[in-house]
C-alpha cells in the first residue's frame, strides 16, 4: 500500500518550464550565444547543471556554471513573479493528502534557489512536506534514482511504499530505478514519451484525482488509474477489422488485486466474436479460478464512452457483485461511473448459486 508521495516540483506542482526557458535564453544571449528553447528540452528534468550545461557543451561555450545559475535565476524569478501559481488541482490534492495522513516529499533537481522562488509564488504550506531536497543535496541527478532513494529514506519509508510523480522522462526513469510507482504528468512531455521510459500510469495533472480523505480511498484511486492504463494498452491490440471499434478493458482481482486486460478480437463469423470485457475476466479466470472482480474499466473510443454490452454483462455477473464498481473512459477524456447493478440491474443467475453471488 501507497504511504507516501514524493513529488517532482516543476511540471507537477508548477508550470515552470516556459519561464526557466525563457530565463536559460535571456542569459545565453546576455553573453552572446543565441539558443532556442528545445535546445533545452534533452535536459528537462535533470538540474539546471545539465540544463544549463548541456546546452552550453552543444554551442562549444565554457560556462562558470554557478555563476550562470545565479544570473538565470534573475531572470527567472523576475519572469514568474506575478505570472504563474500552483497547476490546477495542486492545491486540493495536497489539502486532501495532508488529511488522509500522508508522508510527502518535494524531491526537486533544481537548486534551492529556484526551489524557494518556486514555492514562494505558490504560496506552499511547506508544512506538509515532510522532506524537501533540491538539487545541491546531491550528486548524481535524475535520470539515476539516488534524490528519490533519498527522500523515501529521509522519511523512514521504502520505495515500494511510495508513488512518484513527475511530468519529465528523466524523472520518470529515476522513479523507476527507484523501485517506486510513477505517475507520469503530461505537462512537458507526451503520454506515450512518458510511458516509454515506464510510468505505471499517465494522467493530465493532480487535477485529474477526486477528493479522497483516507490512504486506503487514494490507492483505490491509484489502482483505477493503473486498470485504465491497462486497458489502454490491451487496446491497441484489438482485432476489429470489420468494426474498426476497438475497446479495452480491465478487470480487478478483490482477492489479489491484480489486474487482468483483455480486447476485442472480431471474426468474420460474427457471433465468433470475443468482446474485451470477456477477455479480460476469462484471463481473470485462467489466473485466479473462481475469482471476484472489485472493479471494472472499460476504454473505447466512443463519447460517451461505451459500455459492455449485455452478453458480456451476463457472463461478468457470474464475477460481480451488484456494488461492484464499473468505470468507462473513452479516448478523449470523458468518462463515466457505475455500479454493476446500475447496468445489469437483474441478472439470470443460476438458482442454486443465487445466494452465494449476490
Known amino acids: 500500500m501507497i504511504t507516501g508521495i514524493l513529488f517532482d516540483m516543476d511540471g507537477v506542482l508548477i508550470d515552470s518550464e516556459e519561464y526557466i526557458s525563457k530565463a536559460a535564453v535571456l542569459f545565453f544571449k546576455s553573453i552572446g550565444v543565441p539558443v532556442q528553447p528545445s535546445d533545452f528540452i534533452p535536459f528537462v528534468g535533470a538540474g539546471e547543471n545539465?540544463?544549463?550545461?548541456?546546452?552550453?557543451?552543444?554551442?562549444g561555450v565554457q560556462l562558470d556554471i554557478e555563476q550562470a545559475k545565479e544570473l538565470t535565476y534573475q531572470f527567472y524569478e523576475q519572469l514568474i513573479t506575478g505570472k504563474e501559481?500552483?497547476?490546477?488541482?495542486?492545491?486540493?490534492?495536497?489539502?486532501?493528502?495532508?488529511?488522509?495522513?500522508?508522508?510527502?516529499?518535494?524531491a526537486t533537481s533544481a537548486d534551492k534557489t529556484k526551489m524557494e522562488i518556486n514555492l514562494k509564488v505558490m504560496g506552499l504550506d511547506r508544512s506538509w512536506f515532510e522532506v524537501l531536497i533540491n538539487g545541491k543535496d546531491l550528486e548524481r541527478k535524475k535520470p539515476f534514482p539516488d534524490i528519490y532513494q533519498m527522500a523515501a529514506r529521509h522519511m523512514g519509508l521504502e520505495n515500494g511504499d511510495c508513488i512518484v510523480f513527475e511530468d519529465a522522462t528523466n524523472g520518470v526513469q529515476a522513479a523507476k530505478a527507484a523501485g517506486s510507482l510513477c505517475c507520469g504528468l503530461t505537462t512537458s512531455f507526451t503520454d506515450e514519451q512518458l510511458r516509454a521510459e515506464g510510468a505505471d500510469f499517465i494522467v493530465s495533472g493532480l487535477?485529474?484525482?477526486?477528493?479522497?480523505?483516507?490512504?486506503?480511498?487514494f490507492n483505490r484511486l491509484v489502482l483505477r488509474f493503473c486498470a485504465r492504463e491497462t486497458a489502454i494498452l490491451v487496446r491497441r491490440n484489438?482485432?476489429?477489422?470489420?468494426?474498426?471499434?476497438?475497446v479495452g478493458a480491465a478487470v480487478v482481482s478483490a482477492a489479489s488485486q491484480k489486474i487482468y486486460g483483455g480486447c476485442n478480437v472480431e471474426n468474420s463469423s460474427y457471433g465468433a466474436t470475443i468482446c474485451a470485457e470477456r477477455g479480460a475476466i476469462m484471463k481473470a479466470v485462467a489466473s485466479e479460478g473462481d475469482i471476484k472482480v472489485?472493479?471494472?474499466?472499460?476504454?473505447?473510443?466512443?463519447?460517451?464512452p461505451a459500455p459492455p454490452c449485455a452478453v458480456c454483462l451476463q457472463v461478468l455477473a457470474e464475477f460481480c457483485t451488484p456494488?461492484?464498481?464499473v468505470f468507462l473512459y473513452a479516448i478523449d477524456g470523458d468518462n463515466r461511473h457505475f455500479t454493476f447493478k446500475d447496468l445489469l440491474p437483474h441478472p439470470f443467475i443460476f438458482p442454486t448459486e443465487r445466494n452465494r453471488r449476490l
Open 85 to 106: 501559481s500552483a497547476l490546477p488541482g495542486v492545491m486540493r490534492f495536497l489539502s486532501n493528502a495532508h488529511t488522509a495522513g500522508f508522508r510527502m516529499a518535494l
Open 50 to 59: 545539465r540544463y544549463l550545461g548541456g546546452v552550453a557543451e552543444k554551442y
Open 238 to 246: 484489438a482485432y476489429a477489422p470489420y468494426s474498426r471499434f476497438l
Open 323 to 325: 456494488s461492484t464498481q
Open 207 to 217: 487535477e485529474d484525482f477526486e477528493d479522497f480523505q483516507t490512504i486506503e480511498e
Open 294 to 304: 472489485d472493479m471494472i474499466v472499460v476504454v473505447t473510443d466512443d463519447t460517451p
